[in-house]
């Protein structure tokens, strides 16, 4: 590969540092004249690259429109899930926690139904209701920014168990018939962090559909879907190295699929030489400790994303089969540098032009 291109893809993945995957530049391969999309929302990134449908002045407006539709649907969602936002329905959700329940809207009830259908194939490693304890970690992003919160001291063992005890997906309680969700423990709460970025771009994939769009990429933080191609080759996918920032372990080409990382270098601090980060095992009630990332190949963004997290805690090849168990793929980077890929995942080495 010529030093030119290697210098064009360097670049890629270091203006995408704080993205664990990023959709790679193809000089003079990408669809022509496509609509981008650069913002802040959820707490993260999300970008977006529409190839018009025609290749005149109408096409274009109407790639570019769709690309301020996009926004404005993760900005929709955003408003009903976000804990930064004080009237959320899960802000409300929340404070209500051991009294009367909420009536809340199709979208949030088909979230939280698919949450806890996570939760319990996982046996509660994948839980929404980690959020009591995801307070004492301060890993959270402020609203506006994509930077998280920095990480001042560890919690005592006394601070994780009492926030354990107001963990469990158990006191969720949702009719989906009426519409209401309810939290049946006082203390406990919710956070969509771990699942809500995905299903803001499964909902952004169907708005594209819904106006004639087979061709782009959809992104939140570490959550994307591609459909269809970009111009004349599949979308290509890097995946950075957990412990190299702007290097790739390598390059995925991917179709009408989702793809989701999770990684320790995402949100972390380090304190007396130890790592801590935000992928909570809530088994321990600490930081994860069996992976330094974990990618995932899915149909769609909220399963990718659901799965990079069971995946990450479990860990090298009980995190590969998690995978196989759920139609998916990955590539996974154990807590000692291994990496691990599924079985017919082809993964192209970083270098590929």
Not at 182 to 200: D, E, N, P, W, Y
């Amino acid at each position: 590969m010529s030093n030119s291109l290697l210098f064009r893809l360097m670049i890629v993945a270091l203006s995408l540092a704080t993205l664990p995957a990023a959709v790679l530049a193809q000089p003079g391969q990408g669809c022509a004249h496509a609509a981008k999309l650069d913002a802040v929302a959820m707490g993260t990134k999300v970008r977006a690259t529409i190839c018009p449908q025609s290749d005149d002045d109408q096409g274009r407006q109407h790639a570019a429109a769709a690309a301020q539709a996009v926004l404005a649907e993760v900005q929709r969602l955003e408003k009903l899930w976000s804990t930064w936002i004080p009237e959320s329905e899960i802000s409300q959700l929340n404070r209500r926690a051991g009294g009367p329940a909420l009536k809340v809207s199709a979208d949030t009830v088909r979230l939280l139904a698919t949450a806890l259908k996570a939760a319990k194939q996982s046996g509660g490693i994948f839980d929404i209701t980690f959020a009591p304890l995801g307070e004492v970690w301060q890993f959270d992003t402020p609203p506006g920014a994509h930077e998280p919160t920095k990480l001042q001291r560890v919690p005592s063992e006394p601070e994780i168990r009492d926030r354990l005890l107001r963990v469990g997906y158990r006191y969720l309680a949702l009719d989906a018939a009426k519409g209401t969700a309810r939290l049946t423990k006082a203390g406990t709460s919710v956070h969509l962090g771990g699942i809500g970025k995905g299903a803001a771009v499964d909902s952004a994939v169907a708005l594209l559909r819904a106006r004639g769009f087979r061709n782009f990429a959809v992104q939140a933080g570490g959550d994307l879907y591609c459909a269809g191609q970009n111009g004349a080759r599949p979308w290509r996918i890097g995946i950075a190295h957990p412990r190299q920032p702007g290097n790739m372990i390598g390059i995925v080409d991917i179709r009408e699929a989702a793809f989701s990382t999770s990684g320790d270098y995402e949100r972390f601090a380090i304190l007396d030489g130890k790592r801590y980060h935000h992928i909570l095992d809530l088994r321990s009630g600490r930081p994860a400790t069996a992976s330094q990332s974990a990618t995932v190949l899915a149909p769609s963004a909220t399963q990718a994303e659901v799965l990079t997290k069971w995946a990450f805690v479990a860990g090298g090849a009980a995190g590969l089969q998690v995978l196989k168990s759920q139609g998916a793929q990955g590539v996974l980077v154990d807590s000692a540098g291994q990496v691990w890929t599924s079985p017919g995942l082809v993964v192209l080495a970083a270098e590929v032009p």
